[in-house]
Every structure is written in structure tokens, then in C-alpha cells.
């Protein structure tokens, strides 16, 4: 019992240290720790449609491969739009953009157990950029010289299409989601507004059931999770790669 509830302030600490951790006006890659998900399947999913500004976002119709070069070594990502069609379709045209190439990865936890590696702020492309400020950064689309945010977007298991702006705890989802933070997961980072995702991603280095319904898994890691394992606070994405599937974007 001891050894649980460690381990249960372990967890508890970090979340609240990541939080912490990204300071500014644009605290988009804070992972808040606001309720955890349940594995009670009884409840029929509430409905929370996107919103009519989403028809404007990139949105990945089916499935594609994202391979990340790091340190010499691919990360092979499978990045899916069917369950997560703006979220997949969001982080799939920044790849193809080349937003990744060259950024940091500014947070990583290992301790007091693994939890996750962090990066995607595309004020890591500069070098010269203070590295104690990166994770309060998000994507500026040069189109329209206006930050780029995606909504949470979550699909409860069993159901036909994901629900919107809202964690699974607000929108009374006892359900799984589909996409679940196993390690390995590939999700977006955000602030307290759910609304908040714009370019910084995580990739998860163990389960990590707490921020089921809370945070929104796009994909996995197929192949080179020990590349992932091995990553450090600092190292860059040297390139960033959809290898299959891009004709599955729809913008």
C-alpha cells in the first residue's frame, strides 16, 4: 500500500512540475493534471460537435507515416486520422510544412519515473533563443500571421466520431478513449484551455492512463522507441518526414 501511494505523489509531482515548468503567455505545452480517465464502459458518449472555425484546419482523412530523424536515427510515427482527424491532420501538415525541422526537445522527464519527452515549439529554431523559455511558444501560420490552435479532440471508444473542446470529465465520458496513452502514445501538449493545442507534441515513455480523456493521442511510435528512450533536453529534431499517406490530408 506504501509502495502505491509513492508511487501516486511520484506522478502527481511531475504533473504539477510540468505545469509549472512552462511559464508566458502562450502556455501551450503545460500538461495540467485535471481529473483521470475511468475504465467503466456503461455510459453512452454525450455528443460535442467541432465548431464551424474548424472547418478552415488541416484534417487527415485515413492514415500516414511520420518519420523523425533524431540524432542520426528514425523514430517511425504512425499519426492517425481516423480516429483523430484535425489532431493528425494538424501535426501531419506541420511536418509537411517543415515546422519540426531543427526544433528542441526542451522537456523531458525520467524521473522519478519515466514520463514523457517533449518538444515542438518552433521558437527552438533559433539558437540564439533563451532555452529556459521554450514550451510557451505555438505555430504561426504565415498565411494569415495568426497563431494556429487546434481543439481537444477525443474519441470515446466504441463511438463514430470524436468529441470536442471538452475533457472526457467535463463531458461526462465514462468511456476509454480510443486512442489511450500507452507508451509509445503520440499527443499534443496544451495549457489549461482545452482550445490550446497549436505545435508541441509529447510522446509518452511508459503508460500513462492518468491523462487518458484529458490530453489527445494522435498516434504512435512503431519503430524506434529506444531511439525516444535515449533523448535528451536539447536535442533537435534534425528532420521530420511524412514518408506515407499524405494524400490523405485534406486542407
Given at each position: 500500500?506504501?509502495?502505491k501511494?509513492?508511487?501516486?505523489l511520484?506522478i ?14 502562450e ?8 481529473g ?13 460537435s ?9 484534417r ?17 510515427i ?11 491532420g494538424n501535426?501531419?501538415?506541420?511536418v ?27 521558437q527552438g529554431k ?12 505555438s505555430f ?6 495568426q ?16 468529441i470536442?473542446?471538452?475533457t ?5 465520458i465514462?468511456t476509454p ?18 482550445d ?31 531511439v525516444?528512450d535515449k533523448?535528451?533536453?536539447?536535442d533537435?529534431?534534425?528532420s ?11 486542407k
Open positions: 500500500m506504501q509502495i501511494i509513492r508511487r501516486w511520484s502527481t509531482l511531475v504533473v504539477v512540475a510540468l505545469v509549472l515548468g512552462a511559464c508566458g503567455t502556455q501551450v505545452a503545460s500538461l495540467d493534471s485535471s483521470s480517465s475511468t475504465t467503466e464502459t456503461t455510459s453512452t458518449p454525450a455528443v460535442v467541432p465548431s464551424p472555425q474548424m472547418s478552415n484546419l488541416p487527415l482523412d485515413g492514415k500516414a507515416t511520420v518519420v523523425l530523424e533524431v540524432k542520426g536515427s528514425p523514430i517511425t504512425e499519426v492517425n486520422g481516423t480516429d483523430a482527424p484535425i489532431t493528425a501535426f501531419v501538415d506541420l509537411q510544412q517543415g515546422v519540426y525541422d531543427g526544433l528542441v526537445f526542451h522537456r523531458v522527464v525520467r524521473e522519478p519515473q519515466p514520463f514523457v519527452v517533449q518538444g515542438g515549439d518552433p533559433d539558437p540564439n533563443f533563451p532555452a529556459e523559455a521554450l514550451g510557451t511558444g504561426v501560420d504565415p498565411e494569415t500571421s497563431s494556429r490552435y487546434i481543439p481537444l479532440e477525443i474519441k470515446p471508444q466504441g463511438a463514430k466520431e470524436p470536442y473542446s471538452k472526457f470529465d467535463k463531458a461526462g465514462t478513449p480510443a486512442l489511450r496513452h500507452t507508451r509509445g502514445a503520440v499527443a499534443m501538449a496544451r495549457s489549461s484551455p482545452p490550446s493545442a497549436s505545435s508541441q507534441f509529447y510522446m509518452a515513455l511508459a503508460d500513462l492512463p492518468f491523462l487518458d480523456g484529458n490530453y489527445a493521442v494522435f498516434g504512435y511510435v512503431t519503430e524506434g522507441m529506444n525516444v533523448i535528451q533536453q536539447g533537435r529534431i534534425e521530420a518526414e511524412v514518408t506515407q499517406g499524405i494524400e490523405n490530408l485534406k
